[in-house]
T-cell receptor, first 110, second 112 residues
C-alpha cells in the first residue's frame, strides 16, 4: 500500500525559533492533511491542502502542497511551548481511507 | 457541542476477556474509522465504515470486530484473539468522500 515518510523524526528547538518539517510519498496524492497530537489526546487537524503548489496558513503555521504532488511541507514560525507535540501528515489511500506518516515529534526548549 | 466522543478514556482488560470501546458522533458524518496507535508510532487502520450496516477491514483487523447499526455509533470490540491489545485507540469520522478526517480523544487500553 501507499506509505508516507516524515522528516525529521524528532527535533529539539529553542522557543522563538522557526520549524520546518516535511512529508514524502512514493506515489501521487491529491490531498494532504496535517495534524498535531498532544500526549494522550486525539490528533487535531491543522491544515488541509487540495491543489499542487497550494500554500495555506493557519496562524503561525504554513503548509505547502508540493508541485510534484509527492510531498508536503509544514512550517511553524516563532515557536512557543504549546507547539510541543507530534505532527502527522496524512493523505487519501486507495479506496475511502487515509494513510498516516509516522510523525515528527517536536520539543520546544524554554 | 458537536464532536466525536470516545469512552472510556482508560480501559483495562484481563486475559481472555473481550472489551468494547465506544465511539459516538453527532456530526452527521457518513464514514467512521478505528485506528490503533502504539507508543512512538503512527496510526494504523483497524476497521472503517462508510455507511450503516457496512464495514471493511483495515490493515490490522485480526482480533478486532465492529458493528455499525446506527450512523452515529461505531463500537470496537477487542477480542481475546488479539494477543497484544495494549495501545491507544482512536476513533475518527469524515463527512464525505475526500473530506477531512476528525478524531475523538482516544481510549488507552491496557492489559492486567
Amino acid at each position: 500500500g501507499q506509505q508516507l515518510n516524515q522528516s525529521p523524526q524528532s527535533m529539539f528547538i529553542q522557543e522563538g525559533e522557526d520549524v520546518s518539517m516535511n512529508c514524502t510519498s512514493s506515489s501521487i496524492f491529491n490531498t494532504w492533511l496535517w495534524y498535531k497530537q498532544d500526549p494522550g489526546e486525539g490528533p487535531v487537524l491543522l491544515i488541509a491542502l487540495y491543489k499542487a503548489g497550494e500554500l495555506t496558513s493557519n496562524g503561525r503555521l504554513t503548509a505547502q502542497f508540493g508541485i510534484t504532488r509527492k510531498d508536503s511541507f509544514l512550517n511553524i514560525s516563532a515557536s512557543i511551548p504549546s507547539d510541543v507535540g507530534i505532527y502527522f501528515c496524512a493523505g487519501p489511500n486507495y479506496g475511502q481511507n487515509f494513510v498516516f506518516g509516522p510523525g515528527t515529534r517536536l520539543s520546544v526548549l524554554p | 457541542d458537536g464532536g466525536i466522543t470516545q469512552s472510556p478514556k482508560y480501559l483495562f482488560r484481563k486475559e481472555g476477556q473481550n472489551v468494547t470501546l465506544s465511539c459516538e458522533q453527532n456530526l452527521n458524518h457518513d464514514a467512521m474509522y478505528w485506528y490503533r496507535q502504539d507508543p512512538g508510532q503512527g496510526l494504523r487502520l483497524i476497521y472503517y465504515s462508510q455507511i450503516v450496516n457496512d464495514f471493511q477491514k483495515g490493515d490490522i483487523a485480526e482480533g478486532y470486530s465492529v458493528s455499525r447499526e446506527k450512523k452515529e455509533s461505531f463500537p470496537l470490540t477487542v477480542t481475546s484473539a488479539q494477543k497484544n491489545p495494549t495501545a491507544f485507540y482512536l476513533c475518527a469520522s469524515r463527512p464525505g468522500v475526500l473530506e477531512k478526517l476528525f478524531f475523538g480523544s482516544g481510549t488507552q487500553l491496557s492489559v492486567l
